[in-house]
């Protein structure tokens, strides 16, 4: 082990492929308990080849060079349970009086819940901007739509009730152009495809979402173009033209392209720790919300904001061309 500084340094061996992350480091890292390392590693203060990993479960698939920069106790406890910890402030696109455009970072919610209370897109946008007007209870406050915890990339926020509205409406009838970037498994079979299948709420797990049999749940369409393609990776641009609950991981995953990182909704088939070595690692399923387009509320101007690829996706996909060349 070399320390240098604070920071500490171990490298984790081949063998570690399969194991939980703070289980192999326990062994590695003098004088410092598993609950400890589960505490900096939810805190964000642990990198694997240099992308922070924010989940103590996570499956590894190969050894690598592991970097801590070991946090305050009380802070990290503190910050227990909600993942790698909130931004002290928001990372703002664009604002005026009508609108706010943040980037969000994975592992922060849009908005929070009467069950679930941490830090929020909705939380931190008030305590900047101060009160903002809901359409969907005190919970959201300036919340027109919604990105899941661990997906990246833009949202947008009203300011006042008129452009909550107008940009709600503009959601409903499909005026607002989104494009999203995702790494997924397999090899598409075209260089585009329209995926056009039902989603629903079905069986005992109701936090899950299934295509469902036509004429059941709801409409859902997709539209993905291959950017670049890998041996049994891809990078799409994908464009939802509806915007169901997950439909983006649920859609791909029903043609065989579940996303790089998804635990949940995954082919019949695959399961997790099937990756091979070599194979880029992310602690989140990489789905990041990169463009969107649309008119604005109060001007009809048209706006088009882009989010720069986060660093672990970024990570990612340079492991993908190395291995490519």
């Given amino acids: 082990m070399v ?11 081949a063998s570690a492929a399969g194991q939980r992350l703070d289980s192999a480091l326990t062994p590695l890292v003098e004088g410092c308990s598993r609950t400890t390392l589960q505490r900096w590693i939810k805190a964000g203060a642990v990198r694997l080849d240099g992308v922070v990993v924010s989940k103590p479960g996570l499956l590894l698939e190969r050894g690598g060079r592991i970097e801590i920069d070991p946090v305050d106790e009380a802070a990290a406890a503190g910050r227990e349970g909600a993942g790698s910890g909130p931004p002290a402030e928001l990372s703002v696109v664009f604002e005026d009086e009508h609108l706010i455009v943040v980037d969000k970072p994975a592992g922060l919610l849009t908005h929070g819940t009467a069950a679930r209370r941490e830090a929020s897109v909705a939380d931190l946008a008030v305590a900047r901007f101060g ?26 926020l009203g300011r006042t009730a008129e452009a909550l509205a107008v940009l709600k409406r503009g959601f409903q009838e499909r005026a607002v152009a989104k494009t999203y ?26 936090d899950r979402i299934n295509v469902v049999p036509k004429g059941e749940g709801r409409e859902a ?18 464009h939802p033209k509806t915007g169901r609950t997950h439909q983006v991981r649920v859609h ?17 088939g695959w399961h997790r720790g099937q990756e091979r070595p070599g194979d880029p690692m992310i602690a989140r399923h990489a789905l990041h919300a990169q463009v969107l387009e649309l008119a604005h509320p109060a ?18 996909l340079a492991t993908l061309r190395s291995r490519k060349r």
């Avoid at 320390?3 to 061996?13: F, I």
Wanted: aromatic residues 8%; without cysteine; neutral net charge.
């Fill in 3 to 13: 320390e240098s500084r604070r920071r500490v340094e171990v490298v984790l061996p």
């Fill in 131 to 156: 009160p903002l007007p809901t359409l969907y209870g005190d919970e959201r406050p300036g919340i027109v739509h919604r990105l899941d915890r661990d997906t990246s990339g833009l949202l947008m």
């Fill in 181 to 206: 970037l995702a790494i997924v498994r397999g090899e598409p079979r075209f260089d585009t495809e329209w995926i056009d299948k039902p989603l629903g709420r079905t069986g005992t797990r109701r």
């Fill in 221 to 238: 369409s997709t539209y993905y173009e291959v950017r670049e393609r890998y041996a049994g990776f891809a990078l799409l641009a994908v």
């Fill in 252 to 268: 791909l995953a029903s043609v065989g392209l579940p996303l790089l990182g998804e635990e949940i909704y995954l082919p019949r």
């Fill in 299 to 316: 001007t009809g101007e048209p706006l088009r904001f882009e989010a720069p690829v986060p660093a672990d996706m970024a990570a990612a």
